[in-house]
């Protein structure tokens, strides 16, 4: 009867595993193990009230990530202020796995998409920690309009320079 139950609990064990390596390896049904964004970027318009710039250019970059806790992180987009429509690129933040960069569209002053440009990807794992991470930041941050969200679990280093990078883009929109 011991046997049993340790057989059926290492047989569960193995499954969450499987079932959790899959979900890191793919997000909405696409692979993402060594994904690459190229973003091409606009030049804003001026806004009602003050100027706003938009940053231009192109940048491509292959990414992923790696980290583990949870936490969050300051910042959010204000009402003070005028802010242009276009792309802004965050600022490239280093970390122990790598560069973390992102890139935001900006429309009617809210932000519209967010683009990772680089991940970290210093190994398999950091990878599917980024893949993993990416998307729920993205979701986060788009509901809020701020960078101010919770990190993800498990992926706290990436969460944090994602959020870093986010914030120095969102400050480039003068949101």
Do not use: E
Not at 10 to 32: D, H, K, P, R, Y
Not at 33 to 51: D, H, I, K, L
Request: aromatic share 2%; glycine share 14%; no cysteine.
């Amino acid at each position: 009867m011991k046997i049993r139950g340790t057989v059926a609990a290492a047989l569960a064990s193995a499954g969450i595993l499987l079932v959790g390596w899959q979900t890191g390896t793919q997000v909405n049904g696409i692979s993402t193990v060594a994904s690459s964004t190229t973003a091409t970027g606009t030049t804003g318009a001026a806004g009602t009230g003050s100027a706003g710039t938009g940053s231009s250019g192109t940048a491509g970059s292959s990414g992923s990530s790696s980290s583990t806790g949870s936490s969050s992180s300051s910042g959010s987009i204000g009402s003070s202020g005028s802010s242009a429509a276009g792309t802004y690129k965050g600022n490239t933040v280093q970390t122990r796995f790598g560069p973390v960069q992102v890139q935001i569209t900006v429309a009617s002053g809210k932000i519209t998409d967010i683009t990772a440009l680089q991940l970290t990807n210093t190994d398999g794992k950091s990878i599917q920690i980024s893949n993993r991470a990416a998307p729920l930041l993205r979701s986060k941050v788009l509901a809020a309009q701020s960078a101010n969200v919770q990190t993800v679990s498990g992926a706290t280093i990436t969460s944090d320079a994602y959020l870093t990078s986010l914030q120095a883009a969102i400050d480039a929109a003068n949101l």
